[in-house]
């Protein structure tokens, strides 16, 4: 059995006082896509950005590869092959949407060429010379995901990605996902928006007040969903 | 031929003059807008590092018997290293808190750096001689430049060009920029921040003992050559919009010529010239020349 391509066990963190993952273990595997759901509050972010180094005081054990990284800085951990695609997608105001593209550095072979990428997001070629801000949301979130495509991590953390956008971007960055799929991507996707999770998730398990309460894969998902509605539910 | 009475040499002299400040006023709030827009750091200690310049200069040449082409190398270096110092020791741990404390402490550093320079060196001014190849004059019919000088516009105007190409127009330079807006996703993209942020003070910092070299064979060097700067050089930085590094340059220039302009046509009020455009500019457009509105 190949080792998981992120294994975390046991993982604590803290923003300052506040005590905001209390414990959380997951593992993902080799082109799997695991799927965090769970209410606003619940620690889903905090549990991309703890696994990714951004929170600078978390213990137990979060394992990139096989490789321990509870010790180290965030920039060393993404050169790993993990690609974040944040929830407030972090597009850059003062650089062109092509600046965006071409600014997170290439850390593993493999990443799409830039010819292929604009013939994956056409309307990012259009689009090129805007400033970063002057997309639309749909816009901001396909270059969000374009950008770490283009730098090569083959572990995507992509953090509630249909945000407030509209049914039909919604529908064409499930598009992207199932082709990341079907290229063998390794995917962590936090979500809100049940039905978009569950047409993409192999497996999805459910966060609440900062450790994971169940885990269950696709096939299981309706058997699942009365208490899916109870844990999501306002 | 007079323009508003005033024969045109005159004018043209003065204009020289403040485009010879207008250089160290540039290249000061270059790196001041340097080191405020990636660290958010007011940096006091500008004025000390440009001081700490002028000495490496006079160092260089007194005590390692140096030319002034070593100097112009070796200063900056030399007061970069001492930036490295300073970022890694101290500013590091105060990043996260309010801009007050970063204004505090770099104005301790500059107290301290002031008292000890003033300790070991005497409050008088020290030596230093114009490099023979800029002895004399270049005579271009309506004005005439005195060599030194005319490289000093021409020098600072290389470096300012320099250093804005390279953090507007290079790869590095946009991660510089990204950084500023938001330094965790940077990091996340497999940028080491920590070492931008030290380079940016590193740069700002040589920027200044590069001016503080070029001001050695002009201005008399003295530990509190820096203090009667550093306060002109904040209005230039604030009046060009704060973190724009061509509104820095920009304005550090034109305050310069407007500042030599107003010793032609009202003597009076040419030291506080600078400080009534920057009011003005406050007035009618609190984000500078060039800022962004926050």
Same mark, same amino acid.
């Given at each position: 059995?190949?080792?998981?391509?992120?294994?975390?066990?046991?993982?604590?963190?803290?923003?300052?006082?506040?005590?905001?993952?209390?414990?959380?273990?997951?593992?993902?595997?080799?082109?799997?896509?695991?799927?965090?759901?769970?209410?606003?509050?619940?620690?889903?972010?905090?549990?991309?950005?703890?696994?990714?180094?951004?929170?600078?005081?978390?213990?137990?054990?979060?394992?990139?590869?096989?490789?321990?990284?509870?010790?180290?800085?965030?920039?060393?951990?993404?050169?790993?092959?993990?690609?974040?695609?944040?929830?407030?997608?972090?597009?850059?105001?003062?650089?062109?949407?092509?600046?965006?593209?071409?600014?997170?550095?290439?850390?593993?072979?493999?990443?799409?060429?830039?010819?292929?990428?604009?013939?994956?997001?056409?309307?990012?070629?259009?689009?090129?010379?805007?400033?970063?801000?002057?997309?639309?949301?749909?816009?901001?979130?396909?270059?969000?995901?374009?950008?770490?495509?283009?730098?090569?991590?083959?572990?995507?953390?992509?953090?509630?990605?249909?945000?407030?956008?509209?049914?039909?971007?919604?529908?064409?960055?499930?598009?992207?996902?199932?082709?990341?799929?079907?290229?063998?991507?390794?995917?962590?996707?936090?979500?809100?928006?049940?039905?978009?999770?569950?047409?993409?998730?192999?497996?999805?398990?459910?966060?609440?007040?900062?450790?994971?309460?169940?885990?269950?894969?696709?096939?299981?998902?309706?058997?699942?969903?009365?208490?899916?509605?109870?844990?999501?539910?306002? | 031929?007079?323009?508003?009475?005033?024969?045109?040499?005159?004018?043209?002299?003065?204009?020289?003059?403040?485009?010879?400040?207008?250089?160290?006023?540039?290249?000061?709030?270059?790196?001041?807008?340097?080191?405020?827009?990636?660290?958010?750091?007011?940096?006091?200690?500008?004025?000390?590092?440009?001081?700490?310049?002028?000495?490496?200069?006079?160092?260089?040449?007194?005590?390692?018997?140096?030319?002034?082409?070593?100097?112009?190398?070796?200063?900056?270096?030399?007061?970069?290293?001492?930036?490295?110092?300073?970022?890694?020791?101290?500013?590091?741990?105060?990043?996260?808190?309010?801009?007050?404390?970063?204004?505090?402490?770099?104005?301790?550093?500059?107290?301290?750096?002031?008292?000890?320079?003033?300790?070991?060196?005497?409050?008088?001014?020290?030596?230093?001689?114009?490099?023979?190849?800029?002895?004399?004059?270049?005579?271009?019919?309506? $004005? @005439?430049?005195?060599?030194?000088?005319? &490289?000093?516009?021409? #020098? %600072?105007? !290389?470096?300012?060009?320099? /250093?804005?190409? *390279?953090?507007?127009?290079?790869?590095?330079?946009?991660?510089?920029?990204?950084?500023?807006?938001?330094?965790?996703?940077?990091?996340?993209?497999?940028?080491?921040?920590?070492?931008?942020?030290?380079?940016?003070?590193?740069?700002?910092?040589?920027?200044?003992?590069?001016?503080?070299?070029?001001?050695?064979?002009?201005?008399?060097?003295?530990?509190?050559?820096?203090?009667?700067?550093?306060?002109?050089?904040?209005?230039?930085?604030?009046?060009?919009?704060?973190?724009?590094?061509?509104?820095?340059?920009?304005?550090?220039?034109?305050?310069? $010529? @407007?500042?030599?302009?107003?010793?032609? &046509?009202?003597?009076? #009020? %040419?030291? !506080?010239?600078?400080?009534? /455009?920057?009011? *003005?500019?406050?007035?009618?457009?609190?984000?500078?020349?060039?800022?962004?509105?926050?």
């Amino acid at each position: 059995m190949p080792d998981p391509v992120l294994s975390v066990t046991d993982l604590h963190a803290w923003y300052g006082e506040s005590h905001v993952l209390h414990g959380v273990t997951l593992d993902l595997k080799e082109g799997e896509t695991l799927a965090i759901l769970g209410r606003n509050g619940a620690g889903k972010t905090s549990t991309l950005r703890a696994i990714m180094g951004v929170i600078p005081r978390r213990s137990g054990s979060v394992k990139i590869h096989g490789r321990e990284t509870i010790r180290q800085k965030s920039h060393a951990i993404a050169r790993l092959g993990l690609a974040y695609v944040p929830e407030e997608r972090g597009i850059f105001a003062s650089l062109t949407a092509q600046e965006n593209l071409l600014l997170p550095p290439v850390i593993s072979p493999g990443g799409l060429a830039i010819e292929e990428i604009y013939e994956l997001f056409p309307n990012l070629a259009e689009r090129r010379n805007s400033p970063g801000t002057r997309l639309s949301g749909g816009e901001q979130q396909m270059l969000a995901i374009a950008r770490v495509l283009r730098a090569g991590g083959r572990t995507i953390f992509l953090d509630e990605p249909t945000e407030g956008l509209a049914p039909v971007i919604v529908e064409r960055i499930a598009e992207v996902v199932a082709m990341l799929k079907t290229r063998g991507y390794s995917m962590l996707l936090v979500e809100q928006n049940l039905a978009f999770a569950q047409a993409v998730a192999d497996r999805t398990c459910v966060m609440e007040h900062g450790h994971i309460i169940e885990t269950f894969t696709a096939a299981d998902a309706d058997s699942h969903a009365a208490s899916l509605q109870n844990h999501l539910g306002v | 031929m007079e323009i508003f009475g005033f024969p045109p040499q005159l004018i043209l002299g003065q204009v020289l003059i403040g485009l010879i400040n207008g250089s160290f006023y540039a290249l000061l709030s270059l790196g001041l807008a340097i080191i405020f827009g990636l660290l958010r750091v007011i940096n006091f200690a500008h004025g000390a590092l440009y001081m700490m310049g002028a000495f490496a200069a006079w160092m260089t040449q007194a005590w390692l018997g140096l030319n002034f082409w070593a100097a112009l190398v070796i200063a900056p270096l030399a007061v970069g290293l001492f930036g490295l110092v300073v970022e890694r020791a101290f500013l590091r741990s105060i990043y996260h808190l309010d801009h007050l404390y970063g204004l505090l402490l770099t104005f301790g550093i500059a107290l301290l750096i002031e008292g000890m320079y003033r300790y070991w060196f005497g409050a008088a001014g020290k030596p230093f001689t114009t490099p023979d190849v800029f002895r004399g004059i270049w005579d271009l019919g309506f $004005v @005439i430049v005195p060599k030194y000088r005319g &490289f000093v516009v021409l #020098a %600072s105007l !290389v470096t300012c060009l320099a /250093v804005w190409l *390279l953090i507007e127009r290079t790869r590095l330079g946009s991660y510089l920029r990204a950084a500023t807006e938001n330094p965790d996703l940077v990091s996340c993209f497999g940028i080491n921040v920590s070492l931008l942020t030290a380079s940016a003070y590193v740069l700002g910092a040589a920027l200044a003992g590069l001016s503080g070299v070029l001001a050695a064979p002009i201005y008399q060097v003295t530990p509190l050559m820096g203090t009667n700067l550093i306060i002109v050089v904040f209005a230039v930085v604030v009046t060009g919009g704060m973190g724009s590094l061509s509104g820095a340059i920009i304005t550090g220039y034109g305050m310069g $010529v @407007i500042e030599g302009l107003t010793k032609v &046509f009202y003597p009076a #009020a %040419s030291s !506080v010239v600078i400080f009534v /455009v920057m009011a *003005l500019m406050l007035l009618l457009r609190p984000a500078g020349l060039f800022g962004k509105e926050a």
